[in-house]
Nanobody, 126 residues
Framework: QVQLVESGGGLVQAGGSLRLSCAASGRTFSVYAMGWFRQAPGKEREFVAAINWSGSSTYYADSVKGRFTISRDNAKNTAYLRMNSLKPEDTAVYYC???????????????????WGQGTQVTVSS
């Protein structure tokens, strides 16, 4: 089972960009689908983006489509979330998560994911 560590969060002005990284330990990273979720204060955790094990398929929430890009580098055991044109409503703690091939289910649902990182704060000022 992998362990996940996010990095790259911070404070940015509206319209700016950030790239989040999710570094995974373990040799089996390449078999996991990866997802990014976020949770704003007082709100439920919500799906942001996901990518399959090979990187050939990606999935996005409507609220970030066209602004965010998920990618992965299996040689580096790392997944990324590039966030452009950030808005104040993107402010949240961002979590990466890994879904093993056994999990099944929809990539849009948090219950599909077996392993979670500790989260990284993204704050977008207006």
């Amino acid at each position: 089972q992998v362990q996940l560590v996010e990095s790259g969060g911070g404070l940015v002005q509206a319209g700016g960009s950030l790239r989040l990284s999710c570094a995974a330990s373990g040799r089996t990273f390449s078999v996991y689908a990866m997802g990014w979720f976020r949770q704003a204060p007082g709100k439920e955790r919500e799906f942001v983006a996901a990518i399959n094990w090979s990187g050939s398929s990606t999935y996005y929430a409507d609220s970030v489509k066209g602004r965010f890009t998920i990618s992965r580098d299996n040689a580096k055991n790392t997944a990324y979330l590039r966030m452009n044109s950030l808005k104040p409503e993107d402010t949240a703690v961002y979590y990466c998560a890994a879904s093993s091939p056994r999990s099944g289910g929809s990539y849009y649902k948090s219950s599909t994911y077996d392993v979670w990182g500790q989260g990284t704060q993204v704050t977008v000022s207006s």
